[in-house]
């Protein structure tokens, strides 16, 4: 086949990127329109494929880390939380920017998903226009271009950077990346007379560097394009590019820097390296087969085993080398377009290929929003090809329907990331284990759905029956629905595992307490370590008083209510307490004023009334002691008709005791 001949374009100072001949143009599809008109298609495909996600919730997969539970974001914007965000890595990556883009939304709209979702999807939109620019200003026809911008904006694999909260460091660094390749491409134009665009080349990507480490392959990035534009390989290329290499290497050694300051930094490796290479090998290989058929598209990829791995992990290195050699082809032939698009891919995805580190999964679909970009540019110069071979009324229509069927791809996949719920459901469609259980329960149980999140954390304690945080989950669930026997077992599990765990200890007294099913002196026992490892843990001083109270220790008692309101002073129930110790010492004024203090805090709990009620009988204020009374039985509560009559009342009266403290 007939290789294409560059030919010059004005603006450039070297030669400019190669394009089709004219007889081939004429073999291919001409546009009749401004082209523009295409990018306006794309963007208003793009609004309304992801337009969905500006109602989605925050997930429970990330997002609170670097959202509404990261204590610098919650602060809004100041001095103090700058600095925090620029020094504090968050899950063991170095992103303060992104973090400070969070930040300042946090600071004008409070929490608020909705402007975290649509600020994605500008940003998003704006990286869109910069592929349309780029492409266009290394030659390309305008319908490559349009085919390769569509992929970008709705390719399948690219809607978790789009969806996900917490992928804003994939939309806020591809903007700032592209950003300075575009100007970087008019630096070009302009024969690098443009003192403008090489500064904001600098500015952009040092901003890109603090968005996501991933950005130092932005050097690498830009001698590719020198290369498809025909510029003379030599240390010139280098040379001028040598302070990006340097803001690459600087943040790149930050970001090492703020990874081993993250608890558990220096575990032991899960994988030896030969293990990893063959996992990144074949994540290599996954992500060129979702590039044409995106399938099982889920948010964590769990790790195999190591010395387990599958079979299949080793074809990744024959794709490797198939790969090397078609780079080696392409290179022989001079074909400039798929030596440079292909190693665009190779150079953006290597260092998310988990080879040196990784996290909890070995590959993700948002890796793959920078480096697809070189596949694109592959596919667009084939179809081009092709086109020019005469195949045009083929592969046109062929590649219309894979567009229109990666749209309705991507459309679909979008509702997977409305909740944590529709999250953790796809993904155990393909990967059922405890995570995936126990992610899904914990956005059930904050729903309140508890029948539903008890099922998911029994299939959870199935897959990991270790797992502390799991028993946890089920005590309370147990608890709320009046089985505190189950509740104690589950804790009594618990802190046999954790036995130096204050609140463990503290939750298994209270649910063994309501069981029945520990003494007062053991429940004291307990509850005496728990204030030893913990002092300032209020519930453990809560639990003790009732086990001193209950012991006829009422100066002990008196001692933890105290206490415990010097920590949480505007708790009624114990100020109830404290007054019901007072009461037993016949410290009644004391009482009187620690039972008010109850009822300013919280006038609707008619067992409050029904204390004050029996202070005042032995106080002998029977008059004030019947209105107590009275006042309890219009809300409904029942008094016995012995305090009744102790009041001085004639009226009906009910069997039922006033000592209720709810």
Not at 587 to 595: G, K, V
């Amino acid at each position: 086949m007939e290789q294409p001949q560059p030919t010059s374009q004005p603006g450039f100072h070297e030669a400019a990127a190669p394009v089709l001949t004219s007889p081939a143009r004429k073999a291919t599809l001409q546009l009749t329109f401004d082209p523009f008109w295409l990018l306006g298609g794309i963007l208003l495909a793009t609004v309304a494929v992801f337009w969905r996600t500006i109602g989605y919730d925050y997930v429970n997969w990330d997002d609170s880390y670097f959202t509404y539970e990261n204590p610098w974001v919650v602060r809004g914007l100041s001095w103090e939380s700058v600095k925090g965000i620029f020094t504090t890595p968050v899950l063991r990556g170095y992103a303060p920017l992104t973090v400070l883009s969070f930040a300042a939304e946090f600071e004008f709209f409070g929490r608020n998903p909705a402007v975290h979702h649509f600020n994605n999807l500008l940003l998003h939109l704006i990286n869109t226009w910069l592929v349309w620019r780029i492409f266009s200003k290394l030659g390309l026809q305008a319908l490559s271009v349009a085919f390769i911008t569509f992929l970008f904006a709705l390719h399948p694999m690219h809607v978790e950077s789009v969806a996900w909260v917490s992928e804003r460091k994939d939309v806020l660094f591809g903007a700032l990346f592209l950003g300075a390749s575009e100007r970087y491409l008019a630096w070009l134009e302009s024969e690098r007379t443009s003192t403008r665009d090489l500064v904001l080349v600098y500015v952009l990507f040092g901003l890109s560097l603090f968005a996501k480490i991933q950005s130092v392959t932005l050097p690498a990035s830009l001698l590719l394009f020198d290369y498809f534009l025909l510029r003379p390989l030599k240390w010139n290329l280098i040379w001028e590019k040598l302070p990006l290499f340097l803001l690459s290497v600087a943040i790149g050694a930050m970001g090492i820097y703020f990874l081993q300051t993250e608890p558990g930094h220096n575990v032991k490796p899960l994988f030896f390296f030969h293990e990893r290479l063959t996992i990144g090998a074949w994540s290599f290989t996954v992500y060129l087969m979702k590039l044409l058929v995106p399938y099982e598209m889920v948010t964590l990829y769990p790790f195999p085993f190591s010395g387990q791995l599958p079979g299949r992990f080793y074809v990744g290195f024959a794709v490797w080398a198939a790969y090397a050699y078609a780079v080696w082809r392409a290179f022989r032939a001079d074909n400039r377009a798929v030596v440079a698009g292909l190693l665009y891919f190779v150079v953006n995805v290597f260092f998310v290929l988990q080879i040196i580190d990784g996290g909890q999964g070995f590959k993700a679909d948002h890796y793959t929003y920078i480096p697809y970009l070189g596949l694109f540019w592959v596919m667009a110069w084939g179809i081009e090809r092709l086109a020019a071979a005469g195949h045009g009324s083929k592969i046109y229509p062929l590649a219309a329907l894979w567009l229109v069927a990666m749209t309705y791809v991507a459309y679909r996949q979008v509702p997977v990331w409305q909740n944590s719920y529709t999250l953790w459901t796809q993904e155990l469609r393909y990967y059922k284990g405890a995570k995936q259980y126990r992610s899904r329960a914990n956005y059930l149980f904050e729903k309140k759905q508890y029948k539903r999140a008890f099922a998911d954390i029994n299939r959870a304690i199935q897959y990991q029956s270790n797992d502390i945080n799991l028993y946890v989950k089920r005590a309370t669930i147990y608890d709320l629905y009046k089985k505190p026997d189950a509740a104690y077992r589950d804790m009594a599990f618990v802190v046999k595992r954790l036995p130096a765990n204050a609140p463990a200890l503290v939750k298994m007294v209270e649910y063994g307490v309501k069981a029945n099913a520990i003494s007062d002196s053991a429940a004291l026992a307990y509850l005496n370590r728990a204030v030893s490892l913990q002092p300032r843990l209020p519930s453990a001083y809560r639990y003790r008083f009732l086990s001193y109270y209950r012991l006829q220790q009422p100066e002990n008692a008196l001692a933890d209510a105290d206490t415990y309101l010097k920590l949480r002073p505007r708790n009624p129930a114990m100020h109830l307490a404290r007054a019901m110790a007072l009461e037993k010492l016949d410290r009644n004024e004391e009482a009187l004023t620690a039972i008010n203090q109850a009822i300013a805090l919280n006038g609707r709990n008619r067992g409050f009334y029904a204390e004050r009620a029996k202070i005042y009988l032995a106080m002998d204020d029977k008059p004030r002691a019947l209105a107590d009374l009275q006042r309890v039985r219009q809300m409904g509560g029942r008094v016995s008709s012995e305090l009744l009559k102790k009041a001085g009342s004639a009226g009906k009266q009910t069997e039922e005791t006033a000592e209720i403290i709810e």
